[in-house]
C-alpha cells in the first residue's frame, strides 16, 4: 500500500519526536523530565502572548520560556523545550501543514540547541568551565541576554534563508525584511524574564512562575493599545492615498513608490532613522492636497490654463490645511509643503531657495519627479532610466539639490548592477 504524503510526514514527526525523546532520556534522568515537561507547558501559554514592544516588533514571549529551560538544563534542554511546543502550537491553532511542521520541529531545535551551545562554549573559552554556574542574578542575567540575542538572531536568519529560497530573494534582502528581533531592549526583557522563570522553577515555585504572566499581559496591554494607534495611523495614511488615487487614477501606486524612492535615497545620505520614517510618511501624502483640486484638472491632458496651473500649484500649501488637524502628521507639514521648491528659487508655494528648502524636501522632490518622468501617462511615455537621469543631472542645482540626485543615481546602479548612460560625473553622495 502506497503512502501518501501526509501520513509519511507524520511518520517522520514521529521517528523525529522519538530521537529527540531519546536523546533527553539519555542525558537527562527521570526526575528532570517533568520539570521540562512544565517548561513546554510555560512554552505553550507564553507563545500565545506576544510583548508589543513598538510598532513592527513582536517579540514571542516563549524565548524566555526557552531562556529558562537553557539556563537549567543547557543546550538540548531548551532545544528540546523549543521544538515540541512551538511546531505544536502552529498546528493546532494555525492548522500548518504537517510539512512545515516537520520542518519548523527542526528548525526550532536547532536554533535553540547551538544558541546555547554557541553560548556554553563562548563562556568556557572565556571564563573556563567553572562559571558555568549561574549562582548570582548578574551571572545568570549574563548568561541569558547572549542566548536570547543569539536565538533571536539565528532565528532570523533562519526565516530570512526560507523566504530566499522559497520567493527566489536575495538573502541579505530577506534577512532586512525579517529583522524583527534586532532590538536590544526587547532582547533585555526577554532575558530577564527567562532568568526569573528559571529562578522560580529551580525553586519549585511554578505556581509563582505561572504568576509571572501577570504583570507581563498588563504591560503587553498598554503596549497593545500604543500598536493599535500605530495601525490606525497606517491606515489613516492608506486612506488618504486612496482618496488621493480616486481623484486620479493615472497616478495610481505614485505615492507608494515615491516613498520607497524617497526611503533608499535618505539611506544613501545616511539619514537617521527617525529622519527615514518621517520622509516615507511625508512622500505617502505628498500630493494629498489634489483632494480640493478638481477632477477635470488633474486628469486634463492638454495644456493646463494659467487659472488652473495656478490652482495646480496650490496644492502643497492645501496638503497642509488638510493634514493641520492630525497631530501626529504635524512634523510632517513642512517637508510636504516645500516638496515643490527649488534650490535655485523659483519654486513654489514659498519660493524658497538653497538651504531654506529642508533637506526631506529636496530629498522628496527627487524622488517624485524621477517618478513622474518614468511613469506613463495618456499622453505622453515614460522616459527611460537613463533619460530621467538624465534630465535630473540637468536641473541639478538650480531646480533639484546635487546630493540628492547623485543618492538616487547611486540608488539606481545598485539596484541594476550597472553603470547609467547619462554622461553625469560620478561623485560620492555626501553624508549628513
Known amino acids: 500500500m502506497r503512502l ?42 507564553f507563545a500565545n502572548l506576544a510583548l508589543d514592544l513598538r510598532p513592527g516588533l513582536v517579540n514571542s514571549l516563549d ?19 523549543a521544538s515540541f511546543v512551538l511546531p505544536l502550537r502552529a498546528y493546532i491553532r494555525d492548522r500548518t501543514p504537517l510539512v512545515v511542521v516537520v520542518r519548523n520541529m527542526a ?40 542566548f536570547v540575542v543569539l536565538m533571536n538572531w539565528f532565528n532570523d536568519a533562519d526565516v530570512a534563508l526560507y523566504y530566499a529560497l522559497s520567493k527566489r530573494m536575495r538573502f541579505v534582502d530577506a534577512l532586512k525584511s525579517v529583522d524583527s ?11 530577564i524574564l527567562g532568568y526569573a522563570l528559571a529562578v522560580l522553577v529551580s525553586a519549585g515555585s511554578w505556581v ?7 504583570p507581563v499581559v498588563v504591560v503587553r496591554r498598554a503596549f497593545r493599545v500604543y500598536a493599535e494607534l ?19 487614477p493615472y497616478t495610481k501606486g505614485h505615492s507608494e513608490r515615491v516613498a520607497g524612492i524617497a526611503r533608499k535615497i535618505g539611506a544613501a545620505l545616511k539619514l537617521g532613522k527617525s529622519e527615514i520614517v518621517a520622509l516615507e510618511r511625508a512622500a505617502l501624502l505628498h500630493d494629498v492636497g489634489k483632494i480640493a483640486i478638481p477632477g477635470r484638472i488633474l486628469q486634463y491632458q492638454g495644456r493646463l490654463s494659467d487659472e488652473d496651473y495656478d490652482l495646480i500649484q496650490q496644492h502643497p500649501a492645501m496638503a497642509v490645511e488638510v493634514l493641520a488637524h492630525i497631530d501626529y502628521a504635524q ?11 527649488r534650490v535655485g528659487g523659483l519654486g513654489y508655494p514659498d519660493g524658497l531657495n538653497g538651504d531654506e528648502v529642508p533637506l526631506l524636501s529636496r530629498i522628496l522632490a527627487v524622488a517624485d519627479a524621477y517618478d513622474a518622468m518614468t511613469s506613463d501617462r495618456p499622453y505622453r511615455p515614460g522616459m527611460s532610466r537613463e533619460e530621467a537621469v538624465r534630465e535630473l543631472y540637468r536641473c541639478s542645482g538650480t531646480q533639484f539639490d546635487p546630493r540628492a540626485v547623485e543618492a538616487l543615481v547611486q540608488v539606481l546602479q545598485g539596484e541594476h548592477g550597472d553603470a547609467l548612460d547619462d554622461g553625469a560625473p560620478r561623485t560620492p553622495a555626501p553624508s549628513q
Do not use: C
Not at 539519555?26 to 512544565?38: C, D, E, F, H
Not at 490606525?232 to 480616486?246: H, R
Not at 512634523?331 to 521648491?341: A, Q, T
Open 107 to 146: 528548525a526550532a531545535f536547532s536554533v535553540a540547541a547551538v544558541a546555547g551551545f554557541v553560548v556554553s562554549q563562548a563562556i568556557r573559552l572565556l571564563s573556563g568551565p567553572s562559571s558555568m554556574g549561574w549562582s548570582s542574578t548578574a551571572q545568570g542575567f549574563f548568561v541569558a541576554v547572549p
Open 63 to 81: 524565548s524566555s520560556v526557552v531562556t529558562a529551560a537553557y539556563l537549567l538544563y543547557g543546550p538540548l534542554g531548551a532545544g528540546t523545550v
Open 4 to 45: 501518501n504524503r501526509k501520513r509519511l510526514l507524520a511518520i517522520l514527526t514521529v521517528i523525529l519526536a522519538v530521537f529527540i525523546a531519546a536523546g533527553v532520556w539519555r542525558v537527562y534522568p527521570l526526575t528532570q523530565w517533568l520539570p521540562l515537561a512544565g517548561l513546554s507547558l510555560l512554552t505553550f501559554m
Open 331 to 341: 512634523e510632517l507639514l513642512p517637508i510636504i509643503r516645500h516638496h515643490h521648491e
Open 181 to 191: 528581533l534586532a532590538d536590544m531592549p526587547g532582547n533585555l526583557v526577554l532575558a
Open 208 to 214: 509563582g512562575a505561572v504568576l509571572l504572566l501577570a
Open 230 to 248: 500605530a495601525s490606525m495611523y497606517a491606515s489613516t495614511l492608506g486612506a488618504l492615498v486612496s482618496a488621493i488615487e480616486a481623484k486620479d
